[in-house]
């Protein structure tokens, strides 16, 4: 059974427009929400965290909004740049038990 | 900190070849995981240890498969004998205790 799903698989934006990526999770007992940037040839890289205690974070262009009822938590970028191109995964944790979604490869055309 | 990291960066070989792969967790975390990634399953985790203990090596795929960590700034995953099936990414990743797993670059596994 997948514990954290992810959507969509891929997504094209243009260059200055919002990439919105969804994860849904089973799990309740899931206490810590991160999002994984990864790039071609590299290892994936915190990108931006959120706990289920707060329903939106934001850093810089990015924000994950969080609904705690739904289960569901979803990554924003803000003013899209072609630089964001690459590969971003979900997960959702308790403790060292990570899942991952299956992840989503973002093109953002300039 | 030089981060996670991990050798070779690219392996090519034959099946029936044992396969060792390599890494340096970051220093002062506690926790180390391998992971494999494939474009068919994604992310999936094979085992992770704590101060150098194996805890969960359910997703270990088969006896084919071993890891160790002898002290707290080696790990080795290996392979024998490896099989075409086995063509992945396998990545690293250190954690200190909470939150954030820190991955390595990854090692691209290839068997002919």
């Given amino acids: 059974q997948q514990q954290v799903k992810q959507s969509p698989q891929s997504l094209i934006v243009q260059k200055g427009g919002i990439s919105i990526i969804n994860c849904a999770y089973e799990n309740t007992a899931f206490d810590y929400f991160p999002w994984y940037q990864q790039f071609p040839g590299k290892g994936p890289a915190l990108l931006i965290a959120i706990r289920p205690d707060v329903s939106e974070k934001k850093e810089g262009r990015f924000t994950i909004s969080f609904n705690k009822s739904a289960k569901q938590f979803s990554l924003h970028i803000m003013d899209s740049q072609p630089g964001d191109s690459a590969t971003y995964f979900c997960a959702a944790s308790k403790g060292n038990q990570f899942y991952f979604g299956t992840g989503t490869s973002l093109t953002v055309i300039p | ?112």
């Fill in chain 2, 1 to 112: 900190d030089a981060g996670v990291i991990q050798s070779p960066r690219h392996e090519v070989t034959e099946m029936g070849q044992e396969v060792t792969l390599r890494c340096k967790p970051i220093s002062g975390h506690d926790y180390l995981f391998w992971y494999r990634q494939t474009m068919m399953r994604g992310l999936e985790l094979l085992i992770y240890f704590n101060n150098n203990v194996p805890i969960d090596d359910s997703g270990m795929p088969e006896d084919r498969f071993s890891a160790k960590m002898p002290n707290a700034s080696f790990s080795t995953l290996k392979i024998q004998p490896s099989e075409p099936r086995d063509s992945a990414v396998y990545f690293c990743a250190s954690q200190p205790g909470a939150d954030t797993q820190y991955f390595g670059p990854g090692t691209r596994l290839t068997v002919l």
